[in-house]
């Protein structure tokens, strides 16, 4: 935003709602969901577990006590994957049942015909344009400060694997929650809500075990989400300014915000979020659609590369009609790579 469309000010904004987005909004939800998972599954009062979780991530986040973070990369796939087995075991144990959860998906959700005539379509696209933009983040312009750090020999290969990541966040894993829920037989019941609701289908469905499980990798899904919050924000201070008493406060309020949304409602903090997630999209669309014309040219040398038969490679000078090309401080011109002998994949 500061090079490519010259205004700093924009993204000094951006900025500024990433850090608010993620630091605070963000992490109070990921907070909330463990609060509310502990405190039913082991009867802990949101208080303490909020208490708890605070002082781990100061712990992590001021004394720099990584290991905790490394644990929680390396366990965090393997539960993912376990979760994933565990629905799919559920839905090959209810196969007879898949047909009327898809009718009734389809019926009521997709095309919903009685939503439609009561009013209540608009809410429920409106949920839906919520819940999945917090799950996936395309077009929030988030997923960026992540993909960046990557190294790969053309940038359409890193947009191709964040365009592939939505995929999995929403259609696998999502939907894997949504089937052990309508599966199970809970769904609709007043007596729970959010992360209870799963709680409570995989006990109906596999037993008290499966509810642990899910307890636990809830923690480590969102303890690592809270951590990767946090470097969101500090990244983006920094581009903000180097002075650093406002990454000393921007770590008091992370932390404040942990326990704030471990002891406040889910309905509050999520609307929060909400309001930050829109907030985020308005700015990073614009963006998206002032800097629509070099997204096309450099997909376009990436596809006639691949129409060649080669590893597509991309080089500062690739493109010489490439807007902003004098910008491109993370790529070299051919002439530089072949003096440096640099190899990418």
């Not at 709602?17 to 609060?35: D, K, Y």
Request: proline share 2%.
């Amino acid at each position: 935003m500061e090079r490519a469309l010259g205004q700093r000010w924009l993204g000094i904004l951006f900025a500024i709602l990433i850090t608010f987005s993620f630091g605070f909004a963000f992490n109070s939800v990921q907070s909330n969901t463990i609060s509310l998972s502990m405190s039913n599954q082991f009867g802990v009062s949101t208080t303490t577990v909020g208490i708890i979780l605070a002082v781990i991530t100061a712990i992590v986040i001021f004394g720099g006590v990584q290991s905790i973070a490394i644990l929680s990369s390396i366990i965090v796939p393997v539960m993912a994957g376990g979760y994933i087995l565990l629905a799919m075991w559920i839905m090959i144990s209810n196969a007879s049942l898949l047909p009327s959860v898809f009718s009734l998906i389809f019926s009521e959700g997709v095309l919903g015909i009685q939503q439609l005539f009561g009013g209540a379509i608009g809410a429920m696209v409106l949920q839906g344009i919520r819940r999945g933009l917090f799950s996936n983040e395309a077009g929030m312009g988030s997923a960026p400060n992540a993909a960046a750090t990557a190294e790969v020999s053309h940038p359409v290969k890193q947009g191709l694997i964040q365009s592939f990541s939505v995929f999995v966040d929403t259609l696998i894993i999502c939907t894997s929650t949504a089937m052990i829920i309508l599966l199970s037989g809970v769904a609709g019941s007043e007596s729970f809500a959010g992360v209870e609701l799963t709680q409570a289908a995989l006990t109906a469905e596999v037993g008290p075990i499966a509810t642990s499980f899910l307890t636990i990798a809830i923690f480590l899904f969102a303890f690592s989400s809270i951590l990767g919050n946090y470097y969101y924000g500090e990244t983006n201070i920094q581009f903000i300014s180097q002075k650093k008493i406002y990454v000393t406060l921007y770590r008091i309020g992370v932390v404040g915000m942990v326990l704030f949304g471990a002891i406040r409602s889910a309905g509050l903090v999520w609307s929060i979020a909400d309001v930050f997630m829109g907030l985020m999209a308005l700015v990073n669309l614009y963006a998206i659609f002032r800097l629509a014309k070099v997204a096309r040219l450099v997909l376009d040398d990436y596809l006639a590369q691949r129409r060649q038969g080669d590893d597509p490679v991309f080089y500062a000078d690739s493109i010489e009609d490439l807007p902003g090309r004098e910008y491109l401080e993370a790529w070299e011109t051919e002439a530089e790579e072949t003096k440096t002998g640099t190899v990418r994949s």
